[in-house]
Every structure is written in structure tokens, then in C-alpha cells.
């Protein structure tokens, strides 16, 4: 998707689902990090981008959250509807200008894990997550952020310059490293 060949979001992700790959799983560590920093949803919204299978999703829905969870790759999603039966799964490109097939004006919690490295625009996504997060409510991340002092970057290392994007213009940023893996709870 970075090398500029995909038209879509879904043409880059959607072989990528529909050939098996799988990534990180959630762990206690960062079910119990998530925990910490979103706490309980009492029923409000929650957004999941880029949900892949679901599983972030299904955490945030066990916390009291209801949840929206959004990819734009069809595999993807009819797998995450699949498994995670409870959840309000669509088929949605959160890069995309239009975001009218969200079910809410505003999410108390938005979550995007292993996805905002390969947003290409990542000042016009933030703008949108801006945008949708309510008064209050929390922007959380899991991404890897390359350390320079570690040698060259993975490829799904985050680079400096787009973690300092990411959390410029919050009034709090949390972060918490799970061994080189960062969950990073923002709050406008």
C-alpha cells in the first residue's frame, strides 16, 4: 500500500486476508494495558479501524463498550462477523472521505492496532479520528515504533517522525511498552 500500486486500501489488504496471514495476537499484557487506560464502556460507542478477525474488537465489546468495528478488506470482515457474532462489523475504508456508514456521530473510544503505520495519510486520518472521538473519550493504538539505536527499522516499525505526528495536539499521551510494542492511549 505505501508503494503507491494499490488503488484501494482493499486492493492492497484484501489478498493479504484472503492468503491466511495472520498477526499479533493480544496478550495479557496488552489486554491488561487496554483495560488500565479505556477502563469500562458502560454502554458507550467504540470504533475498532482496521479490525482485521476481530479480536481487539471483542476485548473492547467485554470491557461494556458497543462496538463498531471497521476494515475494508470483504475477507476480513465476513471473518471477524464469523467469529465475533456480537460485534457490528461493516465493510469500510476509515481512509476514505466518506464515513456515513458509521452508525455514530461520536465514539467515547477509538482503537486502531497494527494499522496506523500503513495509513499513508496519516494527518488527514488523525483529523478524522478527531473528528468522530466525543468529549472525553480515548484514541488507542498498538503499534511498534522504531528505536534508531536498534539498527534498521522492521517494516512494521512505525518511524520517529509519524509517532511524533501521532501523538502532537493531544493533551494527554499515555503510553505504555510491551517490549518494544507501544499502546499509546490519547486524550484530546
Known sequence: MTDGTASTAADYWEPVWRSGRRYRTIDDQEAGALRRQVGAGAGRPALDVGCGLGELAARVHRLGYRVTAVDCAPTAVAQARRRHPELDVRELDFTARDLSGLPHPAY????????????????????R???????????????????????????WELAPADAELLTADWSRVDVEDLDGYQCLALRP
Do not use: M
Not at 473510544?109 to 488523525?126: E, N, Q, S
Not at 498498538?142 to 517494516?155: A, F, K, L
Open 108 to 127: 467515547a473510544l477509538i482503537t486502531c492496532r497494527l494499522v496506523y503505520r500503513w495509513i499513508p495519510d496519516k494527518a488527514a486520518f488523525l483529523a
Open 129 to 155: 479520528v478527531r473528528a468522530l472521538l466525543a468529549p472525553g473519550g480515548v484514541f488507542w493504538v498498538g503499534t511498534s515504533i522504531h528505536d534508531p539505536s536498534r539498527g534498521e527499522p522492521h517494516p
